[in-house]
T-cell receptor, first 120, second 110 residues
Framework: EAGVTQFPSHSVIEKGQTVTLRCDPI?????LYWYRRVMGKEIKFLLH????????ESGMPNNRFLAERTGGTYSTLKVQPAELEDSGVYFC??????????????????FGPGTRLTVT | KNEVEQSPQNLTAQEGEFITINCSYS?????LHWLQQHPGGGIVSLFM???GKKKHGRLIATINIQEKHSSLHITASHPRDSAVYIC????????????FGKGTHLIIQP
């Protein structure tokens, strides 16, 4: 079974440009999470999808960030326009959720490798 | 003050030593995760626990809900255990996003 994948692994953009990060969760996982680690700080929660719906977006820093989850499968996180303080590593995670057959631990989160975003 | 505090922030030990990493949290939680991240690597979930103790190989995780405290132990440590160990909690339900500690950077010297 493929794990959580993220694309790109690294992105370098200039301030004011737009960047779109993609996350493909484990197939069949209803829950998808975006997190971010800014240098020197702890990882912070950004938002949570249940299937295609935003369950909790309380961690989104501002309206320059837009997340979508098309058809409840992959998710994108767009930053427009990017600012210097957006630099960091963006992690995606997924979990099966209740009701998933064979899910021993429905809320155990599986993390992607992260996308390192550098805004110059 | 972060809701999840880890100690120590950095730990260097010799191969074979018994390692303990601590995590304290300030509010009620539904579950706690211990995560591992190797240099340049992704984040791997080691344990998810809401009570008692779990063991996997040389790793042991314990939690005391009343004291709002968890520990991660590594027995017979090995250089390959060198990594950042992160404590994270579910403040609400189990499906909620995680709140993370800053991590403990562990180096095991041969």
């Amino acid at each position: 079974e493929a794990g959580v994948t993220q694309f790109p692994s690294h992105s370098v953009i200039e301030k004011g440009q737009t960047v779109t990060l993609r996350c493909d969760p484990i197939s069949g996982h209803d829950n998808l999470y975006w997190y971010r680690r800014v240098m020197g700080k702890e990882i912070k929660f950004l938002l949570h999808f249940v299937k295609e719906s935003k369950q909790d977006e309380s961690g989104m820093p501002n309206n320059r960030f837009l997340a979508e989850r098309t058809g409840g499968t992959y998710s994108t996180l767009k930053v427009q326009p990017a600012e210097l303080e957006d630099s960091g590593v963006y992690f995606c995670a997924s979990s099966p959720g209740w009701g998933r057959w064979g899910a021993l631990s429905p809320y155990e989160q599986y993390f992607g490798p992260g996308t390192r975003l550098t805004v110059t | 003050k972060n809701e999840v505090e880890q100690s120590p922030q950095n730990l260097t030990a010799q191969e074979g030593e018994f390692i303990t990493i601590n995590c304290s949290y300030s509010v009620g939680i539904s579950a706690l995760h211990w995560l591992q991240q190797h240099p340049g690597g992704g984040i791997v979930s080691l344990f998810m626990l809401s009570s008692g103790k779990k063991k996997h190989g040389r790793l042991i995780a314990t939690i005391n809900i009343q004291e709002k405290h968890s520990s991660l132990h590594i027995t017979a440590s090995h250089p390959r255990d060198s990594a950042v160990y992160i404590c994270a909690v579910h403040l609400g339900g189990g499906a909620d996003g995680l709140t993370f500690g800053k991590g403990t950077h562990l180096i095991i010297q041969p």
